[in-house]
């Protein structure tokens, strides 16, 4: 039997207002670790409602999470913030770098967070995983002077400083063009194929999720395939 990296049973949540609504029926969902998987479906289906609960950042809900063997559900908001730090990494549509920090300094600030290696340790760790997308040599720029391709890939970078079992990503190419979409891809399939990271992205973009490994298709709420080609 393949390790997993996350696995959700019932997943259930609820919106209150105006009314009480179900946003999320019965999310049974396993993400083995190595795997590449895209999150599909219409505007409102609940693909970025059920990232944010797969990434412990919503705690509001019914049924059970784990993710890399550990339990989430139940813990603390603390214990929550810790597992959250050490084992995920998060990819936005918009890369969220300080626009006054270096990118350098950018990538550094979860692994000074999580407080496992000492200053200079985070420092090289962070050059490497820069020099991993090639964009070292944009290290001590400001944030604000890149292009935006340059920018997601440094918080592609901050989001792997932990070392991460999975990285998540909401619409991670919603806001390139199409050139630096597939470069952001390529950089997800290398981290896959080459370094068994574990990936989990909500999409879009039809033709990024139809190269990833698997496609999950939702509607209502609801899984409908698991395991879908949209072309």
Do not use: W
Not at 94 to 123: A, Q, T, W
């Amino acid at each position: 039997m393949e390790a997993l990296a996350l696995k959700s049973t019932g997943i259930t949540k609820y919106f209150h207002d105006p009314v009480k609504l179900a946003v999320l029926n019965g999310i049974d969902l396993e993400v083995k670790k190595g795997e590449f998987v895209s999150i599909v479906g219409k505007s409102g289906c609940g693909k970025s409602t059920l990232l944010y609960v797969l990434s412990t950042m919503d705690r509001d809900y019914e049924g059970t999470l784990e993710i890399n063997g550990v339990m989430a559900t139940g813990k603390s908001i603390n214990a929550l913030a810790f597992l959250r730090n050490s084992t995920i990494g998060f990819v936005f549509q918009f890369h969220y770098l300080l626009p006054d920090f270096s990118c350098l300094k950018n990538v550094m600030i979860p692994g000074l967070r999580l407080g496992k290696l000492s200053y200079k340790e985070v420092e090289e760790k962070a050059y490497e995983k820069l020099k991993m997308f090639g964009v070292e040599d944009q290290a001590l720029k400001m944030a604000n002077k890149l292009s935006g391709g340059q920018q997601q890939r440094v918080a592609i970078a901050r989001a792997l400083i932990n070392d991460p079992a999975i990285i998540m990503g909401d619409e991670p190419t919603g806001n390139l063009d199409s050139k630096n979409t597939g470069v952001v891809f390529d950089l997800f399939q290398k981290l896959t194929k080459e370094y068994g990271q574990t990936i989990i992205t909500v999409t879009h973009d039809e033709d990024f999720a139809d190269r990833s490994d698997r496609i999950i298709e939702m509607a209502d709420g609801c899984i409908v395939t698991h395991n879908k080609k949209l072309k």
